[in-house]
């Protein structure tokens, strides 16, 4: 049996003890990780430096070193309280979605249930290692972990610190070591990508090219996103101090971050729309800009070192993940739709106005995971919706939409609970008898 078969055949076994253990018994040992974590912060900051001293000399993209630093402002603050938040969630296996009577004491039950395994490949964010630990024990699915060779320190320790807590209470909590599993090596991943008998979903977070090759190499499905490739659409009818605040925050909180906004979509026949531009660019943004905002813009100001021309061939259709942003004209919300539905990655798109008849329109048309009226972009984030954390974000139609948290990790299985019924004594089998089918109200029903 081979090295991956064996990850892939012991975390099966995990998934099939995680799923019978009460909440309370998952919940238990994410407060002790959160603790663990926490007491060995100092061990972990300096694992992360060493990551970020490789990572500077080796000339790494400055989006990714913002990635990588585990301590720059509240990150690994926010990365516990995640933990603890998962923790307090309400438990998202074994919930009753529907009940119907089949016949007397005959009861069809649809029973939320966990995925079962699942294989998470991440670049640079140490804090994926928490938030997916956290996400798949409280589901009640184990996990194999991958993470990039960027942040190979922090992995190492964090993973360390995660098992051995998990060692210590397995007694107690009865969550089995091999619920998490953590592996370094690319040829692993090649390795385990094929093990589609034992892994149930795999969950790839990094760049376009990740996850373009993750999808390609595998049979087993596939849960993220490629791109951000996030737009906002401000409207003739928008608030324009409004427009200037969400569109400074949209791109300058986090611009690595793929929530951040990519392209400018303004409508020229917004009273004074060039303030919107100039905030952008008194908060240090580089706007990329057609020729017919060029020129319009030119009426007003006089040359700046932060426009320059947009290459509309392919500009976009990219992360700058900088402060940089594409601008053009749009004349309309209509129109504004029509080129986010051609351009978008179907991440998050955003319009800006005070007519509700355009807005509403917008967040019927936009084809993206995510879509929003009169606010950041930054928004499109698991923990900012209240899922405590996310496992990544989805563009799939498929199964989990967005921010993924608990609900995309649970899947559903239908229980029957009869009493000695054959399907022989039915219509449609060789019987006469007739089904009730009569919906029950799941509401009230303890199983």
């Not at 055949?9 to 998934?15: E, F, M, N, Y």
Request: glycine share 6%; charged share 25%; with cysteine.
């Amino acid at each position: 049996m081979s090295a991956s078969e064996t990850i892939a055949k012991t975390a099966r076994a995990a998934g099939n003890v995680l799923k019978t253990l009460t909440d309370q018994e998952r919940s238990s040992i994410l407060y002790k990780i959160h603790d663990g974590l926490k007491a060995n912060a100092d061990s972990i900051e300096n694992a992360n430096k060493l990551d970020l001293e490789h990572a500077k000399s080796t000339n790494l993209s400055d989006s990714l070193i913002k990635r990588l630093d585990l301590f720059k402002g509240d990150k690994f603050e926010t990365m516990l309280q995640g933990i603890v938040d998962v923790a307090n969630l309400q438990d998202p296996v074994g919930k009753i979605n529907f009940a119907r009577e089949i016949d007397e004491n005959l009861i069809l039950y649809q029973i939320t249930a966990p995925v079962g395994v699942l294989l998470v490949i991440f670049e640079s964010r140490p804090e994926v290692i928490a938030n997916i630990t956290a996400l798949s024990i409280k589901s009640g699915n184990a996990a194999i972990l991958k993470g990039g060779k960027e942040s190979v320190n922090t992995f190492r320790e964090m993973s360390r610190i995660v098992n051995e807590v998990i060692q210590q209470n397995e007694k107690t909590s009865h969550v089995p070591l091999g619920a998490v599993q953590l592996i370094e090596t690319r040829e692993d991943v090649s390795d385990l990508l094929q093990q589609d008998e034992y892994i149930d979903l795999v969950i790839p977070r990094g760049s376009n090219a990740l996850v373009k090759q993750i999808k390609s190499s595998t049979k087993i499905p596939v849960l993220g996103h490629a791109d951000g490739i996030c737009s906002i659409y401000v409207d003739e009818a928008a608030d324009i101090e409004k427009a200037k605040r969400i569109l400074v925050d949209a791109k300058t909180n986090y611009p690595a971050g793929c929530n951040a906004v990519e392209t400018l979509l303004i409508n020229p026949k917004l009273q004074n729309w060039w303030e919107v531009l100039d905030a952008l660019i008194e908060n240090g943004v580089t706007l990329h800009v057609s020729n017919d905002v060029k020129q319009q813009y030119k009426e007003f100001h006089s040359a700046s070192d932060n426009i320059v021309d947009l290459d509309e061939s392919k500009e976009f259709d990219q992360e700058y993940l900088s402060l940089d942003i594409a601008v053009t004209f749009i004349e309309s919300a209509r129109a504004a739709v029509l080129h986010i539905n051609t351009h978008s990655s179907k991440h998050t798109d955003a319009i800006i106005t005070e007519n509700s008849a355009d807005a509403d329109y917008f967040l019927k048309a936009v084809d993206s995971s995510s879509v929003y009226w009169n606010a950041s972009t930054r928004f499109a984030d698991g923990f900012r919706y209240g899922f405590g954390t996310e496992v990544g974000i989805s563009t799939s139609k498929i199964h989990a939409r967005g921010p993924v948290g608990l609900d995309g990790l649970v899947t559903y299985q239908y229980q029957l609970r009869g009493n000695g019924q054959v399907a022989s004594d039915y219509l449609g089998a060789g019987g006469k008898k007739a089904f009730v089918h009569k919906d029950l109200d799941a509401t009230n029903i303890t199983l």
